[in-house]
């Protein structure tokens, strides 16, 4: 076989080695003149301008070569368009498209596939082709169609000067003109978007903003906070789930920053507007650094925001109340927020039995405890009894016999309860002052309150003291005839950060309770003006009861296959997830709008790191 390099040296012009041209019979004087004259006159051809004539409007057209069909049933949708080949480096799988009616409706679409097809039959997987083109330094576009496929989204009109949207409910037309969506009232109508609300990032595709003629060219992207479109989304919950590294802290600082804006009120039942209060659990000792500015926030970007209405700076009403849990010390050079100390009094647990339950109580040694030997040491104790005494209480042997002889508990399942209720002494009745005491510092309107657990090296302790705080709101909450006035007449949003950790999917007693309270709480909390904002890296490991109350969800770069499936964004936006960067996300929210891409701020509203 011979070698290409051939080709590229063989000259038409050239003579043929020994004369042979010469005298071949077929070289008389007379054809090479002939054959002269025909070159001549080739040479003297003027080229045709096949352009069309005018100036290109959009990117491309609708194209029928396949199909143009627009059905109920997604999977029957036949929408594709040619790109012209000026424009085909610039769209992108995401991008959004309008396709005009003659009747002046627009159709909103967005690109789901991108191919190229040949333009004339013919079969370049050859080693002549491929050796051409490794050996030329550009391609020509000319020689293939270039498709997009096309998923229609909604069809935008106007209604007496407000622009609308409906169902894809019509076709386009054959070589419909389409261009890219570069208007921000198209694209937010299109895709649903509030205009107003809690600002959560900008608009993008592919991980770039998406671009416009307005200033700024940026689209802002809120979740809905007023009761003219809906209740707010804030009282139908939020999840962010984002791994190591993607930015969920610093993400969610932002979120909340704005919750915590002057102006952000809610009306309550008696008439009166209140600003929200916020109790956020920490368990890395971040969200204090609330309280102080971010040095690295200068004056440009901070003017940007206040021209996108985006609150910003250290929220000045910020109050860290640290848990006194035996001797375990609280340091906080990396913050200049109040601290205030707190207990759990052993008294919650009367109303809250699962409190001291464990993980290791079945049904029927938490009915004991519940039904006997809590209510046997109240009598005996007061309601103000404290830990020490009820574990004196259970350390009397003549109790064991009497309930046992008796037939109200057995003495095997007295032994289980009194094993399993021990190993509190840190964390009931410590020095400091019991939470019950504190509540109107605790939740004030307009102010966060940050619980640290970082200083706790006990997860037994930590965990109970995050369950009894949260529930304390909770039942008050929820309650007809609440003991604090303060947390029923406030707006509260609740942040839970680890929230796997907490409302996890378990077979005890106390993990039963506790989802059933937290499932209780979401689906009230559109009346009670109770909000749960959760975090988590194992979105996995929530409860599905309170995963199915969960309106918002906030999805940061992932790589953990479960976990992708488990917040139930939809497919097209589900594969993004593993490969997005720091600040990244995807927002499903169906109450808000379609689902869609967002890129966070690059820097945090308040201080966020430590030196």
């Known amino acids: 076989m011979s070698d290409l390099g051939d080709f590229g040296d063989f000259d038409a012009d050239a003579d043929t080695d020994d004369g042979a041209a010469d005298s071949s019979p077929a070289s008389s004087d007379g054809e090479r003149a ?28 609708i194209c029928v070569s396949q199909g143009l069909r627009v059905a109920e049933d997604g999977d029957d949708t ?33 690109i789901t596939g991108l191919e190229y097809a040949q333009q004339y039959h013919a079969d370049d997987a050859t080693e002549i082709h491929a050796r051409r083109a490794m050996r030329t330094d550009d391609i020509d576009e000319s020689d293939y169609k270039f498709v997009a496929e096309l998923e229609p989204v ?15 409910d019509r076709v386009p037309k054959p070589q419909t003109v389409i261009r890219q969506a570069d208007d921000t009232a198209e694209i937010k109508t299109g895709l649903k978007m509030p205009d107003d609300g809690v600002f959560l990032g900008h608009l993008s595709v592919g991980g770039e903003k998406v671009r416009t003629a307005a200033s700024p060219p940026t689209i802002d992207y809120r979740l809905k906070d007023d009761y003219d479109a809906g209740d707010p989304l804030v009282f139908r919950h939020t999840l962010i789930a984002g791994g190591t590294g993607s930015g969920k802290t610093h993400g969610a600082k932002n979120i909340l920053r704005q919750y915590l804006a002057d102006e952000r009120t809610y009306p309550m039942a008696d008439g009166r507007e209140v600003t929200p209060a916020v109790v956020q659990f920490d368990p ?8 102080d500015d971010n040095p690295d926030l200068d004056d440009e970007f901070a003017r940007r925001l206040e021209r996108e209405g985006i609150a910003y700076g250290g929220h000045d009403d910020t109050t860290a109340f640290v848990p006194k849990v035996g001797s375990a010390s609280y340091a906080a050079g990396h913050h200049r927020a109040q601290q205030v100390e707190f207990t759990i009094p052993f008294a919650m647990v009367h109303d809250n039995p699962w409190l001291v339950a ?3 109580l079945n049904d029927n040694q938490y009915g004991a405890l519940v039904s006997v030997l809590l209510p046997r040491f109240r009598k005996q104790y007061g309601a103000d009894g404290t830990y020490e ?4 209480f259970l350390d009397d042997p003549a109790l064991r016999e009497e309930l046992d002889e008796s037939g109200r508990v057995h003495e095997a399942t007295f032994d289980a309860v009194r094993r399993r209720v021990l190993g509190f002494d840190d964390v009931f009745d410590q020095d400091a002052r019991p939470i019950t005491d504190l509540v109107t510092d605790f939740v004030r309107p ?59 999917d378990a077979d ?19 009346k009670e003006r109770l909000g749960l904002f959760l975090i988590t890296q194992d979105p996995q490991d929530i409860h599905d009861a309170v995963f199915k109350q969960i309106n918002t969800t906030v999805v940061l770069n992932l790589g953990d296959e479960d976990a992708i499936k488990s917040v139930n964004i939809p497919s097209n936006l589900e594969s993004k997830v593993p490969y997005m960067e720091k600040g990244q996300m995807v927002v499903y929210s169906p109450d808000n709008s379609e689902p869609v891409e967002l890129i966070g701020l690059p820097k945090c509203l308040t201080r966020h790191g430590r030196d």
Request: charged share 25%; hydrophobic share 30%; net charge negative.
């Open 34 to 61: 002939a054959t002269s004259s025909t070159t001549d006159a080739d040479d003297g051809f003027e080229p045709t301008n096949v352009e069309p004539s005018g100036e290109d409007v959009g990117i491309g057209t």
């Open 284 to 291: 890395q000792d971040e969200y204090a650094q609330m309280h």
């Open 78 to 110: 036949t929408l594709r368009a040619y790109v012209t080949r000026g424009n085909r480096s610039s769209v992108r799988i995401g991008s959004y498209l309008l396709a005009p009616y003659p009747d002046g409706e627009t159709l909103f679409c967005r």
């Open 446 to 504: 307009g102010g966060l309150t940050v619980v640290p657990t970082y200083h706790i090296n006990d997860s037994r302790a930590t965990e109970t003291i995050v369950l009894a705080v949260s529930s304390l709101l909770i039942d008050q909450k929820l309650s007809n005839d609440p003991d604090y006035d303060r947390i029923k007449e406030t707006p509260l949003l609740l942040g839970m950060d680890e929230a796997h950790n907490f409302l996890t």
């Open 154 to 168: 909604a069809v935008l009109y106007d209604d007496d000067g407000e622009l609308k949207r409906r169902m894809t």
């Open 508 to 526: 005890s007693v106390q993990a039963g309770k506790v989802i059933s309270k937290f499932t209780e709480a979401a689906k009230q909390g559109r």
């Open 389 to 392: 005494e009820f574990t004196t």
């Open 358 to 360: 464990g993980s290791g």
